[in-house]
């Protein structure tokens, strides 16, 4: 199957490269200014994104088709993108000291390979060389300086811009009842007869005559949240199995269940409090609405800085 995926991955890009003309002698896609993107270049960067898709859609070969020839062209399309960095770099007359190239070579090194050799060694083994190797790392340096001269420094999200965001998404913020739950999970074992409910009514008796919930769930609870006392935190009704909801959501704050017996296990639960239906609001939903707007506004300069340096260089695409 895995062979079959990679001939699959090689066929799409030869007919996305024939498509548009695409010379197989040279494998060239594009030429942006004087250097060429190859068929090979677009290969490797594609196979990531092929895995994932080979397998979300594995029973679906003619989405996954489509979806692999998309993923081709967008491939294409960021390294045309990343080319044009380089090329932007490159005449504005800017200079990355090898200094530099040194010191994230070393802390690569550091942090996932531990010592050079090992780095030479992982590098041969994926057939690239140490050349290579610096060279990606400078591009990545050269990419990342200008995109956050270009493009994030120029990002501004205004609490104003927040709020409109929010009340024009109300409805992605909604949450469905909630409770906020404790629960003491036992496991029965092949050929229970009894004996974890047993333990599970005994836990009960405890609790009822004083013992802590937490200190039970803590000592005898199977799930786990064992360790934080059986602690679920707020859970929403669909979170659980029916047997396990249609208790929950008709205790009180405070009130415990009595033993809820399924045939995998024994249960005992205390919810510690519960919230109606509501909309999030505004104060709790603040970040993740602030990272969303930053992240369309970084992809809106971006794609019209990009837009500005293909009116002033040369691309061909083959």
Sequence with gaps: MRF??????????????????????????????????????????TLPAEQTLQQQYQNQPE???????QAVNESLEQLVDRQLMLHEFK????????SIIDEEIQKRIHDRYGDRMT??????????????????????????????????????????????????????????????????VLNKSAGDNGETHQLA?????????????????SVYSQGSQKSEGGEWGWVEKDVLRKELADVAFTLKPGQRSGVID??????????????????????????????????QERAHLQKQWIERLKKTTFIRYF
């Excluded at 040279?26 to 190859?38: L, M, P, W």
């Excluded at 989405?63 to 020839?69: A, I, P, S």
């Design 63 to 69: 989405v996954y088709r489509q979806k692999l020839g």
């Design 201 to 217: 009514e005994d836990i009960l008796t405890k609790i009822k005559e004083g013992a802590s919930f937490v200190q039970m769930a």
């Design 91 to 98: 005449e504005k007359g800017y200079n990355l000291p090898e």
């Design 262 to 295: 399924t045939p995998g296990a024994c249960y005992l639960m205390l919810v510690e409090d519960r919230h109606p239906a509501h909309i999030r609001s505004l104060s709790k939903v603040r970040d993740d609405i602030e990272k969303t707007l930053l992240a």
């Design 119 to 184: 780095l030479i060694k992982t590098l041969q083994a994926q057939g690239m060389t140490l050349e290579k190797y610096r060279q990606q790392i400078r591009d990545q340096i050269i990419v990342d300086y200008l995109q956050s001269q270009n493009v994030s420094s120029a990002v501004i999200v205004s609490p104003h811009k927040i709020e409109v965001y929010y009340q024009a998404h109300t409805n992605q913020y909604r949450v469905g009842e909630e409770v906020k739950l404790r629960m003491i």
């Design 4 to 45: 079959f995926c990679k001939l699959l991955v090689v066929g799409m890009l030869l007919g996305c490269a024939s498509a548009v003309g695409s010379s197989l002698v040279t494998g060239i896609q594009a030429v942006v200014d004087n250097s060429a993107i190859t068929y090979l270049e677009v290969q490797e960067y």
